[in-house]
């Protein structure tokens, strides 16, 4: 597969990479968050202008219907009832009254008016819905205009006048209920206006929710890409190479020198371990090498100066054996104790160089094992050492049961000669010298000891 890895980041530093990689996903994360919050303060914004302009400019257009439809009850009341006494009274009433709706209208107009609200007017232009602030503008016209005629309207019926015929009376009546009715109409609009307005902020609330929602998810889909490329930089760029560097290190350590691995490029420490790696494994190939060669030279020197050391060695033993088989019958019992030991030391010795030969192949051979007698082997070390012993007056008193075991005669041998030797050397002073060589056995191993 192509390696798509950006060069620069391939021959960073794993301390920068890391940095890198983390920082992208931190970016993306304070990204998905900025966004959130963006939208939600958004949502907010139009929840807020919700409840601080929408239902409070529905609430101000029906107070103000309520407050026509009381104005047309009392003026109708008195006229079907009229009465000089209650003329002031209803007079002042319907003052207070359009006072008030003169008061919500200006409040209206200057605080919930559609065109008063930037952004909400440019949420009604994206939305095509421009034709609900005409219809909120032309509503607001038509109650500015009625609302200061009606007093002039209805004070001419409240004051008493001989002049004023019935017909003049109906005419004022039909245009002040005509007004009314305009009025009411025109309150509905805004009631209707705002209304769909509301409608409206809600769609845009969930427009704005939706869009949060696909951004927020759009960006943790980028982010768990993110995820996956980065885990997969950090496999390739860091974790497959030093995996390979530890295979091939521990192949190295159990002396595969064979041992090969793909080198590293990028300049980073995981390349600079590769490098170390592959020189060192040079070097140890070299070195090796070298060592081999000199191995060699150095078992055909051993061959070449055993075979010097055993000739004479034969000659000892060949003279000795002859001398032993010709003039045994003339020498005396300690000439003759003399002669075979010569000839015994001169054997061991050359058993001895054989042994050293062969400790000398053990880098190229598996150590033998043949079943050995340990009481046995035991017996033939004190009989090598039996003069030794008898010089220091020591008495060896022997403990080791029958026992067979697989393991190198020469090696348990000279294990046994260095442990004889130690105990003569360290009891030569004690009264008298004593030493006792033990063991014991189990089903599974075989212990042995001296004292």
Known sequence: MRDITPSWFRDLTLSRKFFVSFGVLLGLLSLTLAASLFYLSKVNSYVDRHQRITVPAVVTAATMQRTILEATLILHQFLEHPAIQKAEEAGQHLDELMAAATRD???????????THLILYEMLVEHGEVALADQEDAALTDI???????????HPLLTPSKTRTSAER????????ERMGRLTQS????????????????????????????????LVLLLGLVIAGTYRLVTKQIARPLTDLAYTAD??????????????????EVGALSRSLHTMLGTLRERTGALERKTKELEGFSYSVAHDLKSPLREIEGFSSLLEQQYGS????????????????????????????????LEQQALPKTPVNLKALTDGVLADRAREADAIGAHIRVEVPPATVPGDPTSLRQTLLNLVD?????TRHATPPEITIGGSRTPTEY????A
């Open 105 to 115: 209208f200006e409040l209206y107009r200057s605080r919930h008016a559609t065109r």
């Open 144 to 154: 500015g205009g009625l609302l200061p005629s009606l007093p002039s309207l209805w």
């Open 170 to 177: 109906e005419r004022l009546t039909t245009e002040i209920d």
């Open 187 to 218: 309150l509905q609009g805004l009631v209707d206006a705002h209304t769909k307005i509301d409608i409206e902020m809600k769609k845009e609330g969930d427009r704005l929710v939706g869009r949060a929602r696909q951004l927020t998810m759009g």
């Open 251 to 268: 192949r190295v350590a159990r002396q595969d020198l064979s041992a090969a691995f793909e080198p590293w490029t990028p300049q980073d």
């Open 330 to 361: 003339l020498l005396d019992p300690t000439a003759r104790h003399y002669v075979t030991t010569i000839r015994t030391s001169a054997l061991r010795l050359s058993a001895l160089i054989d042994d050293l030969l062969r400790y000398a192949r």
């Open 422 to 426: 130690n105990a003569l050397k360290f």
């Open 447 to 450: 212990t042995g000891r001296d």
